[in-house]
């Protein structure tokens, strides 16, 4: 079975980025952020996935997202 899984973290960490200050910058609440980053979010706006994209300069969706095989 393939699951969704947000490479948020890994970017934040990369760019030196907090979630406070993407919160800031994307208008994202900074709860929804981290929820994103810790993977416990199931659903997500699409609005907040193109806001957060556009504060972080990402224009391909592969770089944010990516589909794992999950070994359950």
Known sequence: MLEVRFKLKDILEERNLTQK?????????EATISEIARGTRTVINFKHLAAIANALNITDIQQIIVLEKNEK
């Open 21 to 29: 200050e993407l919160a800031k910058l994307s208008n994202v609440r």
